[in-house]
């Protein structure tokens, strides 16, 4: 059965070239494996890849408009010319990664026994005193690594791989089946070499020839300053050996940002909030706060400063991942009344009081100004 690439990419049979690449753009954004890696988005972006590419070239277009499948003779190689589709340098690198490897599934003749190793990700609880720090920090990985009595190679000592007596080699079984249409003929990968074309008689003992064994390893992963929450860092070739000894996929670390006692995180600014004495506010005054990385920054707190007011204090916020300048600081300032006076600030408050010139007022609600005056009974004004 041929594939319907225009299913495939959800566009009708008469979509412009320009349809074909909106349609394609969009899914590989959803698709790409940096923003989607589970094995099923991967599948379905191969898949989406191999339609477009296939549609978007007149010659293999006009094939399936005819019926055919352009895809279905040519070898995995198919995909090498790849890269018409006016990305930027970030997603071509991931497509390169992708088909360079020759991992694109539909291929047909014997696929090679070697195949690169899937991507492994873990999960990294940081402080957000360590984000803006950036740290190095020891991570558990557990993934396939290359068998070291076979190399990679799964055959025991000097034996040799022998060629399959199901598939004589093909790495495909044929079947013929009649139906109205007339004979069908139906091809699937060999069962018994799994598509290969070979098998090994006599296996190397520890990998069972499968050319890789699990393995548990320590290593050292540097975090960056100024990552956060959901951020993956990637180690190339870190990931899992492939089929055969294949080449490693890559080891993402997901950053997962602890919430922090003091300061609340917006990108590369921080938030926190500071408590004034209602008197400090009202005459104004210094205050010294410590800061992220261990810093200490001078806050001016104006004569008259009112309830809810913002402070930005520069440059003491997190640390940009790429450029290292960092945003800012601001501070809330929450303004405190007393709850407990004894008799000596009882006096002078309402010492102050007799000569305070504010009127006690009802407040617009649509403006926020004080409208109406409200009498002070104590006060009498
Ligand atoms: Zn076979
Ligand atoms: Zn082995």
């Keep these: 059965m041929a594939r319907d690439y225009y299913a495939t990419l959800g566009v009708s049979r008469g979509a412009s070239d320009n349809e074909l690449k909106r349609a394609y753009r969009k899914l590989a954004r959803e698709l790409h494996p940096d923003i989607n890696p589970d094995e099923a988005a991967q599948e379905r972006f191969r898949e989406v890849t191999t339609a477009y590419e296939v549609l978007s070239d007149p010659e293999k277009r006009r094939i399936v408009d005819a019926g055919g499948d352009p895809m279905a003779s040519a070898g995995a190689g198919g995909f090498g010319g790849f890269g018409g589709a006016g990305f930027s340098g970030g997603i071509n690198d991931v497509f390169e990664a992708f088909f360079g490897a020759g991992a694109a599934g539909g291929s047909r003749g014997p696929r090679g026994r070697v195949q690169p190793g899937a991507d492994a990700l873990l999960r990294m609880r940081l402080d957000l005193d360590e984000c803006a720090a950036g740290v190095s920090k020891e991570v558990t990985v557990d993934t396939a690594i290359l068998c070291d009595v076979c190399s990679g190679a799964g055959t025991n000592g000097d034996s040799k791989p022998v060629t399959c007596d199901t598939c004589h080699g093909a790495g495909e079984v044929q079947s013929v089946q009649r139906s109205f249409l007339g004979q ?38 540097k975090i960056p300053a100024g990552v956060g929450d959901g951020m993956r860092v990637r180690l190339q070739g870190q990931g899992e050996v492939g089929p055969g000894g294949g080449p490693a996929g890559d080891l993402y670390v997901e950053i997962s940002e602890q919430p922090h006692e003091r300061f609340i995180r917006d990108g590369d600014d921080l938030h926190c909030t500071i408590r004034v004495p209602m008197v400090d506010a009202a005459l104004g005054t210094e205050l010294t706060v410590p800061t992220i990385l261990g810093g200490e920054a001078t806050v001016k707190i104006d004569a008259g400063t009112q309830p809810g007011s913002v402070t930005k204090i520069r440059g003491q916020g997190m640390p940009h991942l790429h450029t290292g300048v960092r945003g800012n600081l601001h501070a809330h300032l929450e303004i405190s009344v007393p709850t407990k006076l004894d008799k000596q600030q009882t006096e002078k408050l309402k010492a102050f009081r007799a000569l305070q010139k504010d009127h006690v007022e009802l407040v617009d609600s649509s403006s926020g100004r004080g409208r109406s005056r409200v009498r002070n009974i104590f006060t009498g004004r």
């Design 184 to 221: 069908v003929m139906t091809t699937r990968p060999c069962p018994t070499c799994a598509g290969t074309g070979e098998t090994i008689p006599d296996p190397c003992r520890k990998c069972g020839g499968d050319g890789r064994v699990r393995s548990r390893r320590t290593m050292t992963v």
